[in-house]
Nanobody
Framework: VQLQASGGGLVQAGSSLRLSCAASGRAFSSYAMGWFRQAPGKEREFVAAISMSGTMTAYADSVKGRFSISRDNAKNTVYLQMNSLKPEDTAVYYC????????????????WGQGTQVTVSS
């Protein structure tokens, strides 16, 4: 599976952004999908995950209630809707695919996109 993330940008605190991750291949619906982020000088951290069918989701405590993950299996795309953005959300955001739903350690995920930068100014 090849993943291509997009939708990042520079926004003010309190704004919203929607990230997209397009996947190649015909097995998209057989993978759990996730979003991770990595801020400068910090380790990559789990943000959100969604099950293969989209019926189950999981979020990091830091984004719960503000971010929403969804997927469209017909379009081979997973989304991350980010609302009420804060400066501490600034990071490179990565999408990932895994054959298991879900594991919040980045090392367990099978495939990764190239990342998209999100910068939130105060």
């Amino acid at each position: 599976v090849q993943l291509q993330a997009s939708g990042g940008g520079l926004v003010q605190a309190g704004s919203s952004l929607r990230l997209s991750c397009a996947a190649s291949g015909r097995a998209f619906s057989s993978y759990a999908m996730g979003w991770f982020r990595q801020a400068p000088g910090k380790e990559r951290e789990f943000v959100a995950a969604i099950s293969m069918s989209g019926t189950m989701t999981a979020y990091a405590d830091s984004v719960k209630g503000r971010f929403s993950i969804s997927r469209d299996n017909a379009k081979n795309t997973v989304y991350l809707q980010m609302n009420s953005l804060k400066p501490e959300d600034t990071a490179v955001y990565y999408c990932a695919a895994d054959s298991v739903y879900y594991r919040n350690s980045p090392s367990h995920w099978d495939y990764w996109g190239q990342g998209t930068q999100v910068t939130v100014s105060s």
